[in-house]
């Protein structure tokens, strides 16, 4: 796997991800749609953690500096 994201991009995930997470257990966001989101920021931060978004591959995405 070659790292296909940048800085900006891993540190933007990383915020959604912490927002979805304070809202779903403060309890803002509840039921199926908060477990969806939970596990989509829990995506977030793994593709965050690896620098790897498989999405991108497709369409020859790279956020990253060269």
Same mark, same amino acid.
């Given at each position: 796997m070659k790292k296909n994201m940048g800085t900006a991009d891993k540190v933007i995930r990383i915020?959604?991800?912490a927002v979805?997470?304070?809202l779903y257990f403060t309890n803002t966001i509840t039921g199926t749609l908060g477990i969806i989101?939970?596990?989509l920021a829990g995506i977030f931060v793994l593709t965050s953690l690896v620098s790897? %978004?498989?999405l991108y591959t497709p369409f020859g995405i790279k956020? %990253?500096?060269k």
């Open positions: 915020i959604i991800a979805v997470a304070g989101l939970l596990v790897f %978004c498989p956020t %990253c500096k």
